[in-house]
């Protein structure tokens, strides 16, 4: 358990871990352009607010008297054994928040045994990130391009640098409207900080960026933002067939690995990724970051997972900052969690050991949090381990 306290190596300055107070010393340490792209939301933030005002309808029911000596947090998701339920949600544009941006990210993830989501907006090219992971378990989050020869481009290379998953976000097309963000003029920010360099060294990008006469070396911005332009935030809306197509394309390349959905929210939607064969699903709205008014995705998974909590692997991301948090999802029936904006945080604070603090800090969290609630394994976290109360607003 020791591993899981930030050490003392002199070059660390502890800061305290308590979310808000996270919150607050990342906000001191970014530029306000980087504070808006990691902190803002869709609309005036409904999406947010009820993505934690749901976390509060839960309490945990602490158990006495039961030993929880020998309890243990360590599980497999899809055959990798990991230390906790716990992951690295895919994040965007990482450069953003400290010049060493997924690499840092990825290698503390292995460093912590936790799985680690590369994103397709990422401003690290897939090799280097698969590097700085290798003995890690990664896996590739893909914006579907409208260019199929570009999106099996991106996973044939995903799969070469050992990532093995694929998680496709359904709910990203199109920015929502983003008051702090994109509608201020951002844009312009994320392509000083790396956005669309992943695609850099990518063959079909390059040809395509050969076809519309741009020079990546010359100029770089413009060239990520053909990326993100074209590849990511296309405008164009995807299918459930196309899905079809793409699940049989990725499992083709991989070998089988798995596939996954990532912005599912409707028991419908979730019993379509069923019937289309996917492996997994991550109940999440991005945070609040997309459709403002909409459903807390916390409310989405206990829905979710009664209904199809037994046919395919459930996990869980949007709006979780403590461990009684995670334990509540787990509770609701999802088998992991993913948590975005807490790492960011640490990444923009102090780089690779601001990661390293804030992820230890919240394993050691949970590992108490169980040990004090009287839960020994993670199987024991079920629906009797929370009392939950009925939905007011
Ligand atoms: C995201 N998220 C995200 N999701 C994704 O699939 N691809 C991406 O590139 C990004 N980029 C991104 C940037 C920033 C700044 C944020 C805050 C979020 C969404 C992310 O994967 C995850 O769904 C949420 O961040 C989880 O909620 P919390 O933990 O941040 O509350």
Redesign the pocket.
């Known amino acids: 358990r020791e591993m899981f306290w930030a050490p003392n190596d002199g070059i660390f300055q502890p800061f305290d871990t308590e979310p808000d107070a996270l919150k607050a010393k990342a906000k001191e340490r970014l530029t306000e352009q980087g504070w808006l792209?990691?902190a803002s939301n869709a609309g005036i933030n409904w999406t947010h607010y009820a993505?934690r005002t749901a976390f509060y309808r839960h309490r945990i029911i602490p158990r006495m008297l039961r030993d929880t000596n020998t309890r243990d947090t360590a599980t497999t998701l899809f055959g990798h054994k990991v230390s906790a339920p716990i992951g690295f949600?895919?994040?965007?544009?990482n450069r953003i928040y400290h010049p060493t941006g997924e690499l840092s990210v990825a290698k503390v993830a292995q460093e912590l045994n936790l799985p680690y989501?590369l994103?397709?907006?990422g401003s690290y090219s897939i090799e280097a990130v698969g590097e700085a992971n290798k003995d890690g378990c990664r896996f590739f989050?893909l914006?579907q391009s409208p260019d199929d020869e570009q999106c099996l481009s991106m996973l044939e290379r995903a799969v070469e640098s050992g990532f093995t998953a694929c998680?496709l976000?359904t709910d990203?097309w199109q920015l929502a409207w983003r008051h702090h963000d994109v509608n201020i003029g951002n844009y312009a920010f994320y392509h000083e900080h790396g956005a669309g360099d992943i695609a850099l060294n990518d063959p079909v990008f390059l040809k395509r960026l050969k076809e519309a006469g741009i020079d990546h070396e010359k100029d770089p911005k413009r060239a990520g933002q053909k990326w993100m332009d074209e590849n990511i935030w296309h405008g164009h809306a995807h299918t459930w067939e196309k899905t079809k197509w793409l699940i049989k394309e990725w499992k083709r390349i991989s070998g089988g690995k798995p596939f996954l959905l990532?912005?599912i929210q409707s028991v419908r939607d979730a019993k379509k990724a069923v019937e289309i064969g996917c492996d997994g699903i991550?109940v999440?709205n991005?945070?609040g970051?997309q459709v403002d008014g909409a459903i807390a995705s916390l409310d989405a998974l206990e829905k979710i997972c009664d209904a199809v909590g037994d046919q395919i692997v459930i996990t869980y991301?949007?709006?979780?900052?403590t461990a009684s948090d995670i334990f509540k999802a787990l509770a609701l029936g999802a088998r992991f969690v993913?948590?975005?904006?807490?790492w960011?945080y640490g990444l923009s604070i102090q780089g690779e050991i601001g990661v390293r603090h804030v992820m230890r800090a919240l394993l050691a969290e949970f590992d108490i949090l169980v040990n004090v609630s009287g839960y020994a394994t993670l199987e024991e976290i079920d629906k009797e381990a929370i009392d939950s109360l009925p939905r007011v607003a």
């Open positions: 792209y990691a993505n949600a895919p994040v965007g544009i989501c994103s397709s907006a989050q914006y998680i976000t990203t990532k912005g991550v999440s991005h945070a970051r991301d949007s709006g979780v900052r993913f948590v975005g904006r807490l960011i």
